[in-house]
């Protein structure tokens, strides 16, 4: 305990030489400001009960005071909640695990509440032996522990034309980061045996939307999962309970919930969700079909419009998150003046293949507007562009795969605002 405490004060007094040097001041404010604040000088109200006990929270929660830490939604996408998303407040969060409880949801039927005890995962179709697992069944497998981010394709979509929605939350909130235990699919389909013209998958779910989508086998026998635990427990209702299929680094409406059947076939299907949908109109009016990857994207998290700087000036630390559909981030840089100077932000974090990945950069603010963006280099060498270089190759009258460089602008007051720079 007083090794503890020596390390904590030898870490806070070298930050705050450290702080002082740097001629940010932030020791000099602390100090005046603790002078008479009723926080140090008043005995506080939680100083003067006895909390709960450890059976209030069977199933604990977060804080009272986190209140505001929740997904949203945004209005007009919204005016049907059955088939419809809401979105992880990436500015609430930190390091690179997606908490549960704020794993954004996106859903064509609504939450289905599946007992897992009726539930049942057929293999069929161009397979040796067509097969029926429980959940049981599912238990006696092998299983693996992987982190991977899903980022649903039309993530930053409704920006395509321009800056519109203001918040990292609604522009890019359409993804999540978790630890999946799973299956890999691989095992299943090998239990089946699928016969040589088997090339393609199609995962069927058990909702009312049956969310089906064709795989191609290569990705299914590569790293795909059949997952039935998040984050350590059971997947939560929302994200497919009681299992999911993980699709690691392709796109979110390929990871179909509440998974029932996959059916084995000799070419793609070219359903609904991969012909009207998930396809990319370009500008010459023809679509592009089958971009499953997800391509390298970042985005600051902090300052953002929704977290806005709270200091006049001095130390501020910006963080964000990146990611890529192909491997692993090394390299994030960051610019605070719209361009003119890039930084290398400093990685934290572990780094797993298709996860998200922590950035930092902290920098003495002089209190002068800022044009903040970031931009990720994943580990094949890809760059990821900017919005205008987007749109140069595929117009304007996409939805999907915009991974355009974001811009945040922050004045005086420390308040930020989606815009863009050209
Ligand atoms: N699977 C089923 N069965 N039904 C659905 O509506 N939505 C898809 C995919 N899988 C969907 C589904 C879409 S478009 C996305 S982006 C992801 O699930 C969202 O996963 P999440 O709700 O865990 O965020
Ligand atoms: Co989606």
Excluded at 193 to 221: C, F, H, Q, Y
Excluded at 282 to 296: H, L, P, Q, V, Y
Aim: glycine share 10%; hydrophobic share 35%; with cysteine.
């Amino acid at each position: 305990m007083s090794d503890n405490g020596k390390t904590g004060g030898a870490t806070r007094r070298g930050f705050l030489t450290g702080a002082m040097a740097a001629g940010a001041g932030i020791a000099a404010a602390g100090a005046a400001r603790a002078e008479g604040d009723p926080a140090i000088t008043e005995l506080q109200p939680w100083n003067q009960y006895l909390g709960d006990g450890v059976d209030a929270r069977p199933y604990g929660y977060p804080s009272e005071f986190e209140k505001h830490v929740k997904r949203r939604n945004v209005e007009w996408l919204t005016a049907d909640t059955v088939s419809s998303v809401n979105f992880t407040p990436l500015h609430e969060l930190d390091g690179i695990i997606t908490p549960n409880g704020l794993c954004f949801e996106r859903h064509h039927a609504g939450i289905a509440e599946v007992d897992p005890a009726k539930h049942r995962i057929m293999i069929n179709g161009l397979v040796d032996t067509p097969l029926v697992f429980t959940m049981e069944d599912l238990m006696r497998f092998p299983r693996e522990n992987r982190v991977y981010f899903l980022e649903c394709a039309a993530n930053s979509g409704m920006e395509w034309r321009g800056a519109q929605l203001n918040g990292c939350q609604f522009t890019h909130g359409m993804i999540h980061n978790v630890m999946y235990t799973g299956v890999p699919l691989r095992y299943l389909l090998e239990e089946a045996g699928v016969k040589t013209n088997g090339k393609w998958v199609m995962p069927e779910g058990a909702d009312a939307s049956a969310m089906t989508r064709s795989i191609p086998l290569e990705k299914a026998m590569d790293d795909c999962l059949v997952a039935f635990k998040m984050n350590g427990e059971a997947l939560r209702p929302e994200q497919g309970y009681p299992v999911r299929l993980v699709v690691p680094g392709w796109e979110g409406n390929m990871w179909v919930k509440w998974l029932r059947r996959i059916e084995v076939g000799d070419q793609p299907w070219h359903h609904r969700e991969e012909t009207s949908k998930y396809t990319d109109l370009m500008e010459d009016g023809k679509a592009r079909r089958f971009t499953w990857e997800m391509d390298a994207k970042s985005v600051i998290t902090n300052p953002s419009p929704q977290a806005p700087i709270l200091h006049s000036r001095g130390r501020t630390v910006l963080t964000g998150v990146a990611w890529s559909g192909r491997g692993t981030i090394p390299r994030v840089d960051v610019t605070i003046d719209g361009g003119k100077n890039w930084h290398q932000a400093r990685m934290d974090g572990p780094s797993f293949d298709k996860s998200m990945h922590r950035f930092y950069y902290e920098f003495d603010w002089d209190g002068s507007p800022l044009l903040l963006q970031s931009r990720a280099h994943d580990s094949t060498g890809y760059v990821q562009p900017t919005k205008d270089e987007l749109r140069a190759i595929r117009g304007e009258n996409s939805i999907y795969h915009n991974n355009g460089i974001q811009t945040w602008y922050v004045n005086e007051q420390g308040i930020a605002e989606n815009v863009e720079i050209s």
